[in-house]
């Protein structure tokens, strides 16, 4: 008993030990997020390729004081595996808060500036909590279920909790096709319970000064969506004031009735 605890005891120091020895590495590679990535053993480089999206839109929020919100820690019902991600931002961003939650308990892998609450991305009770606890975000990545319900559901409850000038980026979309465990559809791109038919909607949403509708009401994506990016399997969605006018439109229908 007493050489089981020892055993546990020394197998956790020992992961906390190389978990800060990545650390001091990626501190050598300060501007490169695939190779922080790499040195940190996320599977956000190599794996998939997200990183070199990451530099090219995180890198103005580098040296900022960001809250950062991750879904998903890793290492599933592991306690003491995962935060590989996690521990990539904090490396990147020297000055942020990074935030995470998970539905299994990942408390051990909590560091300075790394803080996570254990609950499900789909419970907005337990979101309404942890959003009272850190305020708004500067970026929100959702790395969690995968599962198209999910990921729309939890956009549709975080993204007005992502601060204007903000970026939200949805990993792992390839699951809009799967049907199985994700529900997905592969027969119908345009089925809106799916994270494609779902963002894809989005883009006209952007565009609605120039819709022709009587009496048409902005939605809130309509106001806040500014830009998306869509990569291979990932999306970034950028917030702002959507306010460009249409050069033609004018309250959604046609001076003088001619176009
Ligand atoms: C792909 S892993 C995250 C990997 C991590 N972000 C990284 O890049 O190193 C997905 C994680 O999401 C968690 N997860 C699954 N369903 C979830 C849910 N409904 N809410 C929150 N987290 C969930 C899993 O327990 C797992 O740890």
Known sequence: MLNKLKEKFSYQKKLKIIYKCRQFKAFLYPFNVSK????????????????PHY?????????????????????????????NSLRMWKSYFPFSKIYSIDIYDKSFLQESRIKIFKGSQ??????????KKTGDFDIII???????????????????????????????????????????????????????????????AMNN????????QKTYYDKHIISMHF????????KGDNNERSNFIVNNSVPNGKI
């Open 36 to 51: 922080i990535a790499t040195i940190h053993k996320t599977d956000k480089f190599g794996y998939h390729f997200y990183t």
């Open 55 to 83: 530099q090219t839109h995180f890198k103005k929020y580098k040296f900022k004081r960001n809250n950062i919100l991750e879904i998903g820690v890793g290492g599933y019902k592991d306690p003491f595996i995962g935060g």
């Open 122 to 131: 789909v419970d907005f009770e337990f979101l309404d909590y942890v959003t």
């Open 142 to 204: 959702d790395d969690g279920s995968h599962i198209n319900e999910h990921v729309i559901e939890t956009f549709e409850y975080l993204f007005p909790k992502l601060k204007k000038g903000g970026i939200y980026v949805v990993e792992d979309t390839q699951t809009s096709y799967w049907e199985e465990n994700y529900g997905g559809d592969s027969t119908n791109f345009d089925n809106k319970k799916t994270i494609y038919g779902f963002f894809k909607s989005l883009i006209d």
């Open 209 to 216: 000064e120039e819709f022709i509708i009587e009496n048409y």
């Open 231 to 238: 990569y291979h399997n990932m999306i970034f969605i950028y």
